[in-house]
Antibody, heavy 122, light 108 residues
């Protein structure tokens, strides 16, 4: 079945770096755009970044631009999120999710992985 | 910045109909999507493109949209439907992907 498994979360000090991975299986990874979505403890969902199926286009939310970079390796069926200059407010569970695009070009996220927790604290 | 507004909580008795609303200026032109998140779990898509139900989602879940408001309806809500429901959409320029603040559904 289609599955997304995140890894790489942990505790890091402010200003530090972390790389998250998302391993995909059960579908043709190279055919789909992919997203990262995060959720701070006890808070709502927040979209972070998207990458096109072939990696040619990437978009990040304003608050992480210049600090986070989404990437992918289609030969390894793996999505990444490189996070630098981490801030306390980046503390969250980070989910990877597959893009689901409509005929109008609008898209959503389905399915999601189980998430990996990133804690930024001194 | 673009915002989607949901009520913080909705409470119904088992078997009753639960309605959760989502308002946003771009909804007349953009699709609404709905996610269910149970405690400690990842979100699950329950409605997409305003009214469509993914395979495996019970028929009691339905969606509608009129003007600047989208509505998720759970007809005959069950205890297992408890959780937080998020609407999602994009702004009129298609540049900002936004979730609503979430609605805690209680069925008891």
């Amino acid at each position: 079945q289609e599955q997304l498994v995140e890894s790489g979360g942990g505790v890091v000090q402010p200003g530090g770096s972390l790389r998250l991975s998302c391993a995909a299986s059960g579908f043709t990874f190279s055919n789909f755009g992919m997203h990262w979505v995060r959720q701070a403890p006890g808070k709502g969902l927040e979209w972070v970044a998207v990458i096109w199926y072939d990696g040619t286009k990437k978009y990040h939310r304003d608050s992480v631009k210049g600090r986070f970079t989404i990437s992918r390796d289609n030969s390894k069926n793996t999505l990444y999120l490189e996070m630098n200059s981490l801030r306390v407010e980046d503390t969250a569970t980070y989910y990877c999710a597959r893009d689901k695009t409509s005929t109008t070009g609008e898209s959503c996220f389905d399915p999601w992985g189980q998430g990996t927790l990133v804690t930024v604290s001194s | 910045s673009y915002e989607l507004t949901q009520p913080p909580s909705v409470s119904v008795s088992p078997g009753q109909t639960a309605r959760i609303t989502c308002s946003g200026d771009a909804l007349p032109k953009k699709y609404a999507y709905w996610y269910q998140q149970k405690s400690g779990q990842a979100p699950v898509l329950v409605i997409y493109e305003d009214i469509k139900r993914p395979s495996g989602i019970p028929e009691r879940f339905s969606g509608s949209s009129s003007g600047a408001m989208a509505t998720l309806t759970i007809s005959g809500a069950q205890v297992e439907d408890e959780g937080v429901y998020y609407c999602y959409s994009i702004d009129s320029d298609g540049l900002h992907r936004v979730f609503g603040g979430g609605t805690q559904l209680t069925v008891l």
